[in-house]
């Protein structure tokens, strides 16, 4: 199997700096485990605590935490540091090679989708409140077993509320799944799946994110045809503002 992972994300309209932060680390037992927070509010306060937040999760992650135990102490982690008065979500996505399981853990109002075929499609939507804010928090977990076919979609509210004030709200499960069966043929299909879904979403906003969009995909491929891991990224640089 190859696993396949792609982002799409942008900040929010006329907002020069997203208030969601993405980071990734290889586990030390083998596999990798992402990271996403979104960050109370937008812009720069937004990205400090996002920031905060991803690099506590990532640390505790180098060291072999497990997910859950790592949610739950970067919550309490943000909970004292800011003393209860700012929240974020966090999503942590694993490919645990020891276990060899897809390990979700949402602390978040957008659910995860899980497409496992053309029409098998699996919600976790359970409640799972931001970190942050209330004292105690548990995060939402889920364990599943690898798979050819299989695809992980997490992505914060930005993409859940796109099209909302021009009454043209998405429906995120239902593209997904569309996507999936446009796409499962094809060699790749987590970047198009994230590229296309983030394209919706900023059409239905207008052309204008109301809200900063992140979205990860995480996608098991059949076999790869080489032992080469292979990572890309295009990072647009805006322009200098003159005086």
Do not use: W
């Not at 998405?170 to 799944?177: C, E, L, Q």
């Not at 970047?191 to 983030?198: E, S």
């Amino acid at each position: 199997m190859q696993i396949q992972v792609a982002v799409a994300k942008v900040p929010q309209y006329a907002v020069s700096e997203s208030g969601d932060t993405l980071e990734m680390i290889e586990r030390p037992q083998g596999g990798l485990s992402l990271v996403l927070a979104d960050g109370q509010r937008s812009g720069h306060a937004a990205k400090s605590i996002s920031t905060l937040v991803t690099s506590k999760a990532i640390s505790l992650l180098a060291e072999g935490v497990r997910d859950g135990a790592a949610a739950r102490a970067t919550h309490d982690y943000l909970y004292t540091a800011r003393r209860g008065k700012v929240s974020a979500t966090l999503n942590i996505i694993s490919v645990d090679m020891v276990t060899k399981t897809l390990v979700l853990s949402r602390n978040s109002h957008c659910p995860i989708i899980v497409q496992l075929g053309p029409d098998e499609q699996h919600l976790l939507d359970d409640p799972a409140p931001p970190i942050g804010v209330q004292r105690a928090v548990k995060p939402q977990i889920e364990e599943l077993p690898l798979r050819t076919g299989m695809m992980a979609v997490v992505y914060t509210d930005g993409i859940l509320g796109a099209g909302e004030r021009s009454g043209n709200p998405i429906d995120v499960p239902a593209s997904v799944g569309e996507l999936y069966r446009r796409y499962a043929g094809e060699p790749q299909i987590a970047t198009p799946v994230a590229d296309t879904l983030l394209a919706e979403a900023i059409e239905r906003d207008q052309g204008r994110p109301h809200d900063d969009m992140s979205i990860v995909v995480v996608a098991v491929a059949p076999e790869a045809p080489d032992d080469v891991r292979r990572l890309q990224l295009t990072f647009p640089i805006p322009p200098v503002m003159r005086p």
